[in-house]
């Protein structure tokens, strides 16, 4: 368990659980965290821990054989899935394309004796269904309405009890130094974090959280998705889910927020008739009757299944300007010269020190809550380009930034995201500008003029503390 990171609704669990019982073999859970992975901070240590505390308690309710592991100075994680896995007649893990867990799976493979399952849960439809990665969102929107028409996509079990896993020998102990740590806090100051960020007020991880807010989100903003989604608010008063970071951490699971969405909209009539044959890439109208339903469904689906698949075929660690599209590269070979009116360190961008405020209030937003408003995440990231000497280092300012202070960073739509912002899944756009080419341009005055930005920006002074500087 290492990406999907829950019981229920999990397409790794419910493998593992099937070879288990084809092999009349124990079914044991491994739920490991390193302390050393890229950008490890106290946010992100936390987070997942909440998680895992989650998982102890639902593996208590159901009798599954559950071993954490939490790594520290004293507990060092070495050779331990090779250790317990010695008699296993499989391993079954999350074929998840980004970040350090593909290079996990190769190397786990490549030292145990049994076979290594990786399983992709990453989406509603199997990736492997296509042949390519997209271009833009409009071609893969169409290839995947397409897919459900031809059959509903085949959902693994939502909600195990206890009696489905009656018949399975779950007698093993842990070795010793698995289980977690009884005070979170006091064990979080034990380690040594490379970066120095703290927790978000507020912001708490594992499934119980992911549902509560689930449930949340469709009952009092999913009917507002539509129109409401867009203008710069406070979270509170913005019609998003909040989900990602629990997406991204495996708390919760896809198909849930699927089946959620079409229960409330369709008040409990939902089926797989009801969806749109007429016009596959309708996103106004494919799933259901409800506008603001397909508008969230479309992100759900099609916008983060665009990042996902561009990482699936080659399953790098990251991607980087190499893998923009020609026409991109044509444009910043062209305008690498450019004069900028402003060049900022990465310390000033960091610490919010530009003299831009609404870029001010979105790296603040992000650096306090761990998450930003997504037209502020695009302003912000085109700004970044326009602000630096040379594409390359916006580019590595940018995976910093977000990689280290966002909860749903180091993740296949983080980086699709940020290219996104160089002209990745776009068209070009015309007049030609300085620095940007035909890439795509965006401005703060223009927001200022589209939006109402009072009461973000009261939110984000706030943030603050009333207070100009970041970090007091």
Same mark, same amino acid.
């Given at each position: 368990?290492q990406?999907?990171?829950?019981?229920?609704?999990?397409?790794?669990?419910?493998?593992?659980?099937?070879?288990?019982?084809?092999?009349?073999?124990?079914l044991?859970?491994?739920?490991?965290?390193?302390?050393?992975?890229?950008?490890?901070?106290?946010?992100?240590?936390?987070?997942?821990?909440?998680?895992?505390?989650?998982?102890?308690?639902?593996?208590?309710?159901?009798?599954?054989?559950y071993?954490p592991?939490?790594?520290?100075?004293?507990?060092?994680a070495?050779?331990?899935?090779?250790?317990?896995?010695?008699?296993?007649?499989?391993i079954?893990?999350?074929?998840?394309?980004?970040?350090?867990?593909?290079?996990?799976?190769?190397?786990?493979?490549?030292?145990?004796?049994?076979? =290594?399952?990786?399983?992709?849960?990453?989406?509603?439809l199997?990736l492997?269904?296509?042949?390519k990665?997209?271009?833009?969102?409009?071609?893969?929107?169409?290839?995947?309405?397409?897919?459900f028409?031809?059959?509903?996509?085949?959902?693994?079990?939502?909600?195990?009890?206890?009696?489905?896993?009656?018949?399975?020998?779950q007698?093993?102990?842990?070795?010793?130094?698995?289980?977690?740590?009884?005070?979170l806090?006091?064990?979080?100051?034990t380690?040594?974090?490379?970066?120095?960020?703290?927790?978000?007020?507020?912001?708490?991880?594992?499934?119980?959280?992911?549902?509560?807010?689930l449930?949340?989100?469709?009952?009092?903003?999913?009917?507002?998705y539509?129109?409401?989604?867009?203008?710069?608010?406070?979270?509170?008063?913005?019609?998003?889910?909040?989900?990602?970071?629990?997406?991204?951490?495996?708390?919760?699971?896809?198909?849930?927020?699927f089946?959620?969405?079409?229960?409330?909209?369709?008040?409990?009539?939902?089926n797989?008739?009801?969806?749109?044959?007429?016009?596959?890439?309708?996103?106004?109208?494919?799933?259901?009757?409800?506008?603001?339903?397909n508008?969230?469904?479309?992100?759900?689906?099609?916008?983060?299944d665009?990042?996902y698949?561009f990482?699936?075929?080659?399953?790098?660690?990251?991607?980087?300007?190499?893998?923009?599209p020609?026409?991109?590269?044509?444009?910043?070979?062209?305008?690498?010269?450019?004069?900028?009116?402003?060049?900022?360190?990465?310390?000033?961008?960091?610490?919010?020190?530009?003299?831009d405020e609404?870029?001010?209030?979105?790296?603040?937003?992000?650096?306090?809550?761990g998450?930003?408003?997504?037209?502020?995440?695009?302003?912000?990231g085109?700004? =970044?380009?326009?602000?630096?000497?040379?594409y390359?280092?916006?580019?590595?300012?940018?995976?910093?930034?977000?990689?280290?202070?966002?909860?749903?960073?180091r993740?296949?739509?983080?980086y699709?995201g940020?290219?996104?912002?160089?002209?990745?899944?776009?068209?070009?756009?015309?007049?030609?500008?300085?620095?940007?080419g035909?890439?795509?341009?965006?401005?703060?005055d223009?927001t200022?003029?589209?939006?109402?930005?009072n009461?973000?920006?009261?939110?984000i002074?706030?943030?603050?503390?009333?207070?100009?500087?970041?970090?007091p």
């Amino acid at each position: 368990m290492q990406a999907y990171r829950r019981f229920d609704s999990n397409h790794a669990f419910f493998y593992a659980y099937s070879l288990a019982k084809k092999h009349k073999k124990e079914l044991i859970v491994y739920e490991g965290l390193r302390s050393d992975y890229p950008w490890n901070s106290e946010r992100i240590h936390k987070f997942i821990l909440e998680g895992m505390y989650d998982n102890q308690t639902r593996a208590d309710e159901l009798g599954i054989n559950y071993w954490p592991f939490v790594e520290s100075k004293f507990n060092p994680a070495r050779g331990i899935l090779k250790e317990i896995s010695k008699d296993a007649a499989a391993i079954v893990t999350d074929d998840f394309p980004c970040f350090i867990i593909p290079e996990q799976i190769t190397k786990l493979a490549g030292k145990v004796n049994c076979p =290594v399952y990786a399983v992709d849960s990453n989406s509603l439809l199997p990736l492997s269904r296509f042949e390519k990665e997209a271009s833009a969102a409009r071609i893969l929107r169409i290839w995947i309405h397409k897919e459900f028409l031809k059959g509903m996509p085949k959902f693994t079990k939502q909600k195990w009890e206890k009696e489905d896993l009656q018949g399975l020998h779950q007698n093993s102990k842990p070795p010793k130094g698995f289980g977690l740590p009884k005070d979170l806090d006091s064990f979080l100051n034990t380690i040594d974090f490379k970066e120095n960020v703290s927790p978000a007020t507020g912001i708490k991880g594992g499934r119980n959280e992911a549902l509560k807010i689930l449930k949340s989100f469709v009952s009092k903003k999913l009917k507002d998705y539509e129109i409401g989604r867009s203008n710069p608010n406070p979270p509170n008063l913005t019609a998003t889910s909040g989900l990602s970071p629990y997406l991204h951490f495996g708390h919760i699971g896809i198909e849930e927020i699927f089946n959620a969405v079409l229960e409330i909209s369709s008040k409990g009539k939902w089926n797989p008739e009801r969806l749109s044959h007429q016009k596959p890439g309708d996103r106004e109208h494919f799933y259901s009757d409800s506008t603001s339903a397909n508008h969230f469904l479309d992100e759900l689906i099609t916008w983060r299944d665009i990042g996902y698949l561009f990482f699936w075929k080659n399953k790098p660690s990251r991607i980087h300007l190499e893998n923009l599209p020609d026409w991109v590269k044509s444009n910043f070979k062209k305008h690498k010269s450019d004069t900028r009116e402003y060049l900022y360190t990465l310390e000033q961008f960091e610490s919010a020190k530009t003299h831009d405020e609404l870029w001010n209030a979105a790296q603040i937003e992000l650096v306090k809550t761990g998450r930003m408003h997504n037209y502020m995440r695009m302003l912000w990231g085109k700004k =970044v380009i326009e602000w630096t000497k040379t594409y390359e280092e916006a580019f590595q300012i940018l995976e910093h930034l977000n990689n280290k202070y966002a909860y749903d960073g180091r993740n296949p739509n983080s980086y699709t995201g940020i290219l996104w912002c160089f002209g990745l899944f776009d068209r070009p756009w015309f007049p030609e500008r300085n620095v940007f080419g035909n890439v795509r341009f965006m401005s703060s005055d223009s927001t200022k003029k589209k939006f109402k930005m009072n009461t973000y920006l009261e939110y984000i002074d706030e943030l603050s503390g009333n207070s100009d500087l970041l970090f007091p």
